[in-house]
């Protein structure tokens, strides 16, 4: 809708942007631009010289074996993480809907956990999973799993996927809590009229009435897993053992900020450019038909 | 049914521990005395030792070169974090308020602009963005942690949206009134908006609190970490000494979360509305 209804003075809005504007110039595109510039680059490590190679940063990252695991790596992670925490969120969400007595409590103690940063989380993590003072060590241990994180890269990546989920549930038990408190009350009683068995009911009214929530919820749980779990990895395994658990954005900071290496760390952050693309991409198809639903 | 709904407690309480235990562990084990950790591990329950140790973290410095403590960094992290959100919500309104009052030319090129921020996360520019900053001499310093942060598409479409809920009746009225633009933003707008703000100002407070990455580029002095950057420092200084001080990091830790976590616990419904209705 067109507001009909408006102020006329010509140079005041652009007052109003400017800051916004400004910040966005300066912090942001030109440094994104730069970023892919770079990428094309070839540049010593002082900036002293530096020699136009079209592609070869792209053609030298993805014939790195150490790359392609990371991406490996990073897309497994992502997948089960978001999977995870989605799937926990959903199953406490929906019985916090159900119960009326202590739900408040409830929401409560399982929305907190949003408040603690995914550094903070992975510190944590890494004193519970720590094999002399952590309490998983022995608890794996009574299954006759000898659990190592600091040894072991399956063990690493198995422990940074439940700290991640661990921190990512309260998210998504929020959202669908909110989506399945604004079902219609005259939808939820025909349902029950219309079919007594409480997992049926699920799975045909439920769960598509949640479904927009859910994909939206995918894309944000993604992103969280490829970009935010920075923080869990950087405290609890330092992308080891091994470069075990090293995830692409892991890596640019290692390669780039570390490492010093300009052409390859811009290459990679323009492939994770590209991703960031392709995820708000979708997140916006999924939004527009979200509205119209 | 009857038998149901107790299964249905039994897995949100399952579910509620799942949340609280590690947390309990961790505040647990941090009144007790070092030795105990390194000898029995983490503790169940609560040792004698609280008010030592927290007056230790909050007050004494222990792995950082300068007179680092959880109560500096603290500072630190309530200016990031009050910063953070105070300038995302101000340049925001301000956009918004362009956006949808004013016949702007190219108001779709300006919407794009600001979109674009979603789209550059600070991962895909963090080598140019760290030399411009650095560039403008603003390394170790809380412009420089707070300033480049404070773009928000996400602000901004969230007050775009609810300045077009309002009725143009009331911009009618105020103009009948020979209200001018900053009266009409700063006695109308901003009083409609206050639960907006409230709810949007927590959320953003948290994500500010929260910076990891963007902290540990900007400062390389001391006096400017925050306490969840801090952090990683304590945790490196724990793995190389020979008896180490878990007592202390376990208080940092939980010094580190208490703020947000409050923040979050006492404005519950606020926290959970500007959520919900900020990634619509």
């Known amino acids: ?293 | 049914m009857k038998s149901n709904k107790i299964t249905d407690h039994l897995i949100l309480m399952v579910g509620a521990l799942f949340m609280l235990i590690p947390i309990w562990l961790i505040f647990a084990s941090s009144t007790h005395n070092p030795n105990t950790i390194v000898s029995e591990g983490l503790q169940w329950l609560p040792g004698d030792n609280m008010v030592a140790i927290y007056d230790e973290a909050w007050n004494k410095s222990l792995g950082f070169s300068d007179a680092v403590t959880a109560k500096s960094m603290i500072i630190n992290s309530m200016i990031m974090g009050l910063g953070f959100a105070f300038g995302k919500i101000v340049i925001s309104m301000m956009a918004a308020f362009a956006l949808v009052y004013f016949r702007l030319p190219y108001a779709t090129a300006w919407f794009w602009l600001i979109f674009v921020t979603l789209l550059l996360p600070l991962e895909v520019r963090i080598i140019p963005s760290y030399e411009v900053v650095a560039g403008l001499g603003l390394l170790n310093s809380y412009t420089g942690l707070i300033l480049p942060l404070i773009a928000s598409a996400t602000a901004t479409f969230f007050f775009r949206q609810f300045f077009k809920t309002i009725p143009d009746e009331l911009l009618e009225a105020a103009q009948l009134d020979n209200a001018g633009p900053f009266r009409f933003l700063i006695d109308i707008l901003l009083p409609l908006s206050k639960t907006m703000i409230a709810a949007i100002f927590i959320i953003m407070f948290v994500v500010g609190w929260n910076q990891y990455l963007w902290p540990i580029m900007m400062t390389t002095d001391e006096s400017y970490n925050t306490i969840v950057m801090g952090i990683k420092q304590v945790l490196n200084n724990i793995n190389e000494t020979s008896l180490p001080r878990y007592d202390y990091a376990f208080a940092m830790v939980i010094l580190a979360m208490l703020p947000p976590i409050l923040v979050v616990v006492l404005f519950q419904r606020w926290f959970v509305k500007g959520l919900v209705e900020s990634e619509k």
């Not at chain 1, 897309?75 to 989605?86: H, R, T």
């Not at chain 1, 956990?113 to 989380?121: F, G, L, M, N, S």
């Not at chain 1, 003072?133 to 198995?158: R, Y």
């Not at chain 1, 009350?185 to 598509?208: G, H, M, N, Q």
């Open chain 1, 1 to 293: 809708m067109e507001r009909r209804q408006q102020f006329f003075h010509s140079p005041l809005p652009y007052v109003f942007l400017a800051p916004q504007i400004l910040i966005i110039a300066v912090f942001f595109v030109y440094p994104a631009a730069k970023a892919v510039y770079l990428s094309f680059m070839l540049e010593d490590p002082w900036g002293t010289s530096s020699l136009f190679v079209w592609f070869e940063n792209y053609q030298i990252l993805f014939e790195s074996a150490e790359y392609l695991s990371s991406i490996g790596f990073t897309l497994m992670f992502a997948v089960v993480v978001s999977f995870l925490s989605l799937g926990l969120a959903l199953l406490l969400a929906v019985k916090a809907d159900n119960i009326i007595h202590g739900q408040g409590t409830y929401k409560v103690t399982l929305t907190w956990v949003y408040a603690v940063a995914p550094a903070i989380a992975g510190v944590i993590g890494g004193f519970l999973f720590n094999p002399h003072i952590g309490i998983f060590t022995e608890l794996f241990a009574m299954i006759g799993w000898e659990f190592s994180f600091q040894t072991d890269p399956v063990d690493a990546t198995v422990a940074l996927v439940i700290v991640s989920v661990w921190k990512q549930v309260s998210v998504n038990f929020i959202y669908f809590l909110a989506g399945l408190q604004s079902i219609s009350y005259a939808v939820k009683e025909a349902a029950t009229l219309d079919c007594i068995s409480d997992s049926k009911r699920f799975w045909t009214i439920t769960f598509p009435l949640l479904a927009p929530t859910g994909f939206f919820l995918l894309v944000i749980n993604l992103t969280y897993s490829f970009f935010e779990t920075f923080g869990v990895i950087d405290t609890m395994t330092n992308g080891g053992p091994g470069g075990g658990t090293t995830s692409l954005v892991y890596k640019v900071y290692r390669d780039g900020f570390v490492g010093a290496d300009l052409g390859g760390s811009s290459a990679q952050s323009v492939v994770l450019l590209l991703l960031v693309l392709t995820l708000t991409f979708i997140q916006f198809r999924v939004v527009e038909k979200r509205v119209h639903y």
